[in-house]
């Protein structure tokens, strides 16, 4: 009975250092960096705020490729973590000022996708 006390206990420890740590804006500035990082430059961040679990506030965000350019000024994302780890992507709120989408010419038709199968599941309630 006292281990399952010791283990209930560590694990209540072990989730509230995660919920600290998911909260700090410290927590977000490394996971952008990480997807920066991972999108070889392509995906920037400027003046991000926020937590990764509350809003996110972000005043530019860029993605670009040879094909295609996307720019998010002023923009705001609050989603659910959690619901991440079973495969979910809940997003509770999704605003920006502006969006601009710019694709390059490719001198060919345009092709259908031949799948559009989602990693995960995703749900916006809402966007603005």
Known sequence: MRRLAYLLLGLLALGA???????????LQWALARVTQASQGKLQFEG????????????RAHFSSPELEISITRGSLQFSLFPLLTGDLIIDRVAADTVTLRQAPTGKPSQAPQ?????LAIQVKRWK
Do not use: E, K, Q
């Open 17 to 27: 250092a995660l919920a600290w740590l998911a909260g700090r804006d410290a927590s």
């Open 48 to 59: 991000v705020r926020g937590s990764l679990l509350g809003t996110i506030d972000v005043n």
């Open 115 to 119: 799948d559009l199968t989602l990693p």
